[in-house]
């Protein structure tokens, strides 16, 4: 048989699921740059250029996440200071962002199962509905899971003794705390992580624990776990440095522990359910609220995850066949997994699609593990004709859905907010202060310590309280006030509410968008 034949049969695999791959990110791109913006995007960007034109977090502005996404995302507000294109440029990013978690999946998934499948799981999470929309999203949550995801794979790398670990422990422990310092929700990424650490030092290592107790109070402790934890120790300090910087210390740590809590007591007079969004709805799945191939192949993929993520994590040393730290790098993954799925399912009081983001890697790694030892058995009984027609098939079948799921999503787009921000940058004042309640008007100036979020549903729980909305607009004479398409100005207090609607007026051709002070 001629040697170039041999050749793509012995890589067939790797050919279809790389065709197939090509096809998804594809439309990922499609998808990424025509969808409508959610309005969480407008608010973390409108953050972001507050943070980049000089204003502190916490303190000039209502914030209650850590920075790391300000700092990461500022440079955008300085390419595109004005216009629509800031919003796009973000968006590029975020794609970027997804296809380096692909690679770190991919990158994973070869260090633990070969590389002979290492395109599978990649795949999988490329094509995955629940929750598609929000990889693609400008939202904190993306960036934090790159570099979670990040340290656990460097993490792995140094389980399984590749060279240079204190250099890869290092980055691990990096790449774990600079993900806390963008958002907090990878916090089991970091917890299993330094209990796998420290477990390592001792049980994998074959150190008695006296021993290391001993080593550790002479300040003599293992090389591996001084790396990891000097990693994490840099990316705190400069996080400690720079709030250090913003003056008043007492603000910002209200802002970042007992302000998230106090907001997201919203969230108990309207409970989310963990499988809200598991049903059928043709935002997520196609058609409409039925359902479609891509509600059953989502499930199918969701369901087949948890059972094998759950089997693993139960059974780290059969995976391992009996390697010590091999049945680490297995409890690693798999207790994040565990514990992230138990904190969305239990503790999370608002369960948003995006914080699936973080699992859903895992779904994509653990039925792909499932999935292979399907193809593997076809491959070693029918031979490697029957296992190309399988993947072609598979192949079909998740392109055709792929279709299916996003090619309404083509009809939500985004032209229209750009063209409302063009005009809203054409007919205002660079200069002026406008009270945004959506986010969209980040070129602006805030009159108000908090914009962006539905204030009005939540500070009555806020043991802090905010100056009252109503004198604000009174004494600074604010002359616009924008809600955009979030109705937030229903959630206002009904004094504000009166006080608005005596001062302003709607202006001509906006509805109830845009309003203007009367007499300006």
Known sequence: MNKWVLLILKNLPMIILGVLLAFLMYWRWKVGLTRFFDVDEFSYLHWTADFARGSRPYTDFFMF?????????????????????IFLAARVVSLGIFAVMLVLLGVLFASIRGRRWALLPVVLL???????DKFLETRPDNLATLLAFGGLVFQVSA????????????????????????????????LVGCAIAILDSVWGKG?????????????????????????LLIPLGVFLVWVSSLGDIGKVWYSLTKLPFE???????GLMEPHLFFFPNGSFYGGSATVTNGLILNHTLWFIGIIAGVVRFFTPFIAAAGD?????????IGGVFVLSVVLYVQFFPLKHSQYLIPIALFIAYYSSDAFVLGLQW???????????????????????????????KLFWSNTVQLQQVALLVDSIPPQAEVLDLEGRMLFWRDPYYICCVPFGSFTRFLSRQPPVLRDVLEM???????????????VLSYEDQLYIRKAYVPVTGWGETLWERIGI
């Open 159 to 190: 389980l399984l003794g590749a060279k240079k670990s204190q250099a890869l422990w290092f980055w691990s422990g990096m790449c774990y705390m600079a993900s806390l310092v963008v958002f907090v929700k990878t916090l089991p990424f970091v």
């Open 65 to 85: 996440f850590t920075p790391g996404f300000l700092w990461f995302f500022a440079p955008l507000v300085f390419l595109f200071p004005h216009g629509p294109m």
């Open 263 to 269: 907001a997201n007591m919203i969230g108990k007079l």
């Open 126 to 132: 490329a094509f995955l509905p629940m929750p598609y």
């Open 324 to 332: 010590r730290r091999k049945a680490l790098a297995e409890l690693l």
């Open 207 to 231: 150190v008695p624990f006296g021993v290391w107790w001993k080593n550790l109070l002479r300040r003599k402790p293992d090389p591996d776990i001084r790396a990891f934890f000097v990693g």
């Open 476 to 490: 600074k004479k604010v002359p616009y006030i924008y809600q955009g398409d979030s109705n937030r100005f229903s």
């Open 378 to 408: 076809i491959n070693k009984t029918m031979g490697i004709i029957a296992l190309g027609l399988v993947l072609i098939a598979g192949a079909y079948i998740i392109g055709k859905t792929t279709i299916e799921v996003n090619q309404v």
